[in-house]
């Protein structure tokens, strides 16, 4: 009897070609692809071919071809396999009937690319491919790389799960490349997003865009964690992703996730940074005051869009009640209950019944009490309170009558007395610079009569 020959299936026509002279009996015993293990760079291709032996006759057939993780690229009616946007390692499956077989597929990272006609120098660490516009010079473009390492493993840590792919990151130079860079990668419906900030997550090519400019200006540089922090909630509750045409993939909205609780992890994750404690400072004494008014409930904070589309004063206070109120979700269930919470999100559940499931009782008994614990953890009230960000010392000043003219003093080492305008919530912030010497300080307020009415003592 002749020696079975090895059948290729052509993944065009998916025909098996046996010899005629086998025996009926004579069963399929495997399936292997070739070659079984590829190296390719990203959004290049290669062929595969699934490869069956010591088998009768099929005439045609289907092989299904399935990619882990999903986005590290995708396998064509033709065997033609199409790598992502992003490097990383998994493995291509090909599989008949009950037969199945895996090649190792690793996608490698460049070390420079043009994307949509940008020209990128691209930075590769172990979590992170890093994209940096050319105009970035190579010190910066080496902390940013440095920046999404660290940042990664800070958010991984904090949430207590890890990432399924590696971060894609797009650093631009300023806002002149950073706008037209991200319609064009993109896509135009991220042209409003962009000009509102110096960073965001796209989920629906799950990268982020930077402008590096901006974003340097902060001390400590927060927004790459906030944005990284954003990217892994909506991993945790299960971002569905499908074949497309937009680098290979399609993602759907992740299921519903209050946007209140997803922008609070992310602002609460900014301010573990050291060196800015201040954001936790601010956040507690400010959001007591917004607890006075009927502005800026939760349930006002829920919805997305609404989110996207405040502006002004609320538009930044609604960053610092969602930060508190996910502050106390966290010291009521701790971070493993918040972890809980978005996973039976992802499994099917409302909010309000995953929390119900964690906590052991309605979503509406914490916020009925939202208001007064925060209130509760500021005292005295209005008041004052001094922290320290860089070589500054910020004092937020709280509580006070909203719109309000308020004269402060402040002696010690130096002195000052400055007019402060309260906000609409009765807040403002009093900024001593570098200049000032380190030492004890007495801050207060100016009455009517000229006398100073001591509020808080502070060293710097």
Excluded at 43 to 64: I, K, Y
Excluded at 303 to 309: E, G, I, Y
Excluded at 368 to 380: D, E, F, Y
């Amino acid at each position: 009897m002749k020696r079975p020959s090895t059948r290729v299936l052509s993944l065009a026509s998916v025909a098996l070609v046996f010899s005629a002279c086998l025996p009926a009996s004579f069963a399929a015993t495997g399936i292997a692809i070739e070659p079984r293990a590829i190296v390719v760079a990203v959004t290049e291709g290669t062929d595969l071919a699934a490869v069956l032996s010591g088998g009768a006759p099929f005439g045609q057939a289907t092989v299904r071809w399935s990619v882990d993780p999903i986005e590290l690229g995708t396998v064509d009616a033709r065997g033609r396999f199409t790598a992502g946007p992003r490097s990383g390692s998994g493995s291509v499956t090909a599989s008949l009937g009950t037969l199945s077989a895996t090649a190792h597929v690793t996608v490698s990272c460049p070390t420079s690319r043009s994307v949509r006609d940008i020209s990128f120098n691209v930075w590769c660490t172990d979590s992170a491919d890093v994209y940096v516009e050319g105009r970035v010079g190579g010190d910066d473009a080496a902390s940013v790389a440095a920046l999404a390492e660290s940042d990664s493993a800070a958010v991984q840590r904090d949430l207590a799960r890890a990432f399924r792919t590696r971060a894609l990151i797009y650093v631009f130079a300023d806002t002149s490349s950073y706008l037209p860079g991200v319609r064009r990668i993109f896509g135009e419906r991220t042209g409003a997003t962009a000009m509102e900030t110096d960073a965001f997550f796209a989920p629906w090519v799950d990268a982020i865009a930077v402008d590096w400019h901006e974003m340097s200006r902060d001390v400590p540089i927060t927004g790459l964690r906030h944005e990284l922090t954003h990217r892994l909630v909506w991993q945790i509750t299960g971002s569905r992703t499908a074949p497309a045409d937009l680098d290979g993939l399609q993602r759907a909205p992740a299921p519903d996730v209050p946007a209140w609780l997803d922008e609070g992890l992310a602002h609460v994750e900014e301010s573990t940074l050291a060196g800015a404690g201040w954001i936790a400072v601010q956040d507690r004494t400010f959001a007591a005051a917004v607890s006075r008014s009927s502005h800026l409930s939760l349930g006002d904070l829920a919805d997305l869009p609404k989110w996207n589309a405040r502006t002004g004063t609320d538009g930044y206070y609604q960053y610092l009640v969602a930060a508190e109120a996910v502050r106390l979700l966290q010291a009521d269930l701790g971070q493993v209950g918040v972890v809980t919470i978005l996973e039976r999100i992802r499994d099917g559940a409302s909010f309000h019944d995953a929390y119900r499931a964690v906590a052991g009782s309605s979503f509406d008994e914490f916020t009925s009490s939202l208001g007064q614990r925060m209130r509760a953890a500021v005292a005295p009230y209005p008041g004052i309170a001094a922290t320290p960000r860089g070589r500054q010392s910020l004092l937020m000043l709280y509580g006070f009558t909203p719109g309000s003219l308020v004269a402060f003093a402040v002696s010690g080492p130096a002195s000052l007395t400055s007019l402060e305008h309260m906000d609409e919530y009765g807040n403002g912030l009093l900024v001593l610079g570098s200049g000032y010497p380190v030492g004890s300080y007495s801050v207060g307020v100016v009455a009517g009569d000229g006398k100073v009415r001591p509020m808080y003592t502070f060293t710097r």
